[in-house]
T-cell receptor, first 113, second 114 residues
């Protein structure tokens, strides 16, 4: 799976939007972009995924650059419960759907009250 | 959807003692199962994976072993724990969620070896 690059840490104020960036310049045409997050002392959980178009769900939005070499996870109103490590992961849609994800170091998001 | 159970939630063991961590999965059949370890402040390291009963693949050489005696049961073991075995152990499976495959994780076991 292609590599992703994320900032080690970010801070946000409560109830403000948060934009978490991810660079994936070597992404292939068949790679999906997945985001997971890990709350303290818990296992990672799925947040959102996309291929080319921007995606929205109840947890977040995913904005994908036109060249797909970067993406941004958007939390529209950060709460204290959103403090977690956020992982951006690429998975090949053809060969990777049944394989485990490879987790990097992610971005530690701190939400300030 | 899939639910993963792990126990115990926390464990403190002396160096040299044996270990057995259990993981069971509900809501799916014939899942691919995974054991990860996460050291404090670090990323997830894949330890073992299994595609079926009795089938275990090891990702890294280490002091631990894994077994899959039943379709939805995955066990992580050690005969003699080392200090370096301390960490947060996570069991996971991959399953269908809507129109895509997700990786589901259990609540984890925090192991401290003293």
């Amino acid at each position: 799976d292609a590599k992703t690059t994320q900032p080690n840490s970010m801070e946000s104020n409560e109830e403000e939007p948060v934009h978490l960036p991810c660079n994936h310049s070597t992404i292939s045409g068949t790679d999906y972009i997945h985001w997971y997050r890990q709350l303290p002392s818990q296992g990672p959980e799925y947040v959102i995924h996309g291929l080319t178009s921007n995606v929205n769900n109840r947890m977040a939005s995913l904005a994908i650059a036109e060249d797909r070499k970067s993406s941004t996870l958007i939390l529209h109103r950060a709460t204290l419960r959103d403090a977690a490590v956020y992982y951006c992961i690429l998975r090949d849609v053809v060969s990777g759907s049944a394989r485990q994800l490879t987790f990097g170091s992610g971005t530690q998001l701190t939400v300030l009250p | 959807s899939q639910t993963i159970h792990q126990w115990p939630a926390t464990l403190v063991q002396p160096v040299g003692s044996p270990l057995s961590l259990e993981c069971t999965v509900e809501g799916t059949s014939n899942p691919n199962l995974y054991w990860y370890r996460q050291a404090a402040g670090r990323g997830l390291q894949l330890l073992f994976y299994s595609v079926g009963i009795g089938q275990i693949s090891s990702e890294v050489p280490q002091n631990l072993s894994a077994s899959r005696p039943q379709d939805r049961q995955f066990i992580l073991s050690s005969k003699k724990l080392l200090l370096s075995d301390s960490g947060f152990y996570l069991c996971a499976c991959i399953g269908l969620a809507g129109d895509h495959n997700e990786q589901f994780f259990g609540p984890g076991t925090r192991l401290t070896v003293l």
